[in-house]
């Protein structure tokens, strides 16, 4: 959701322009929560670009986020605001990245650009690891409920 105007919301969708945004009653059947009705990747199936620029400041939140997940081992985010990190934002931002064009970078210095990219995937294999330690132990205490 783009915004809110009282009873309707303005539904932006990931990768697509303007043209397909979409207003929507608060109510309505069509609105869900994020992964309710999908599952996996369900952008673009055959050219999976997306209209982005890379964006220093949303990096630097993305990876603040990872790196409190990863302090906090996982704990502190509600089911939904871990969903929207990994399935959205970090899903997303990683998308972009791989797909991005690097031939002109917004500050004019593509080895800090490349250093943050790179500072960006670090953070995203530590997650990965850290979780593979950790899903044994979720997965234990869930099944013995």
Wanted: aromatic share 14%; hydrophobic share 40%; net charge positive.
């Amino acid at each position: 959701m783009k915004k809110r105007q009282k009873q309707r919301v303005l539904v932006h969708f990931d990768g697509w322009s303007d043209k397909w945004k979409q207003w929507h009653c608060i109510h309505s059947a069509l609105l869900a929560p994020l992964r309710m009705y999908s599952r996996g990747y369900t952008g673009q199936t055959t050219v999976a670009l997306r209209e982005w620029d890379f964006n220093e400041e949303y990096l630097k939140i993305v990876n603040g986020k990872v790196r409190i997940l990863l302090h906090n081992k996982f704990e502190g985010f509600s089911p939904y605001d871990l969903a929207v990190l990994l399935r959205g934002d970090l899903f997303v931002l990683v998308d972009c990245i791989l797909t991005y064009t690097y031939t002109v970078f917004p500050t004019q210095d593509p080895l800090r650009d490349y250093s943050k990219v790179l500072e960006l995937f670090g953070l995203v294999t530590d997650l990965a690891l850290s979780w593979m330690l950790r899903a044994p132990e979720v997965y234990t205490d869930v099944s013995s409920n």
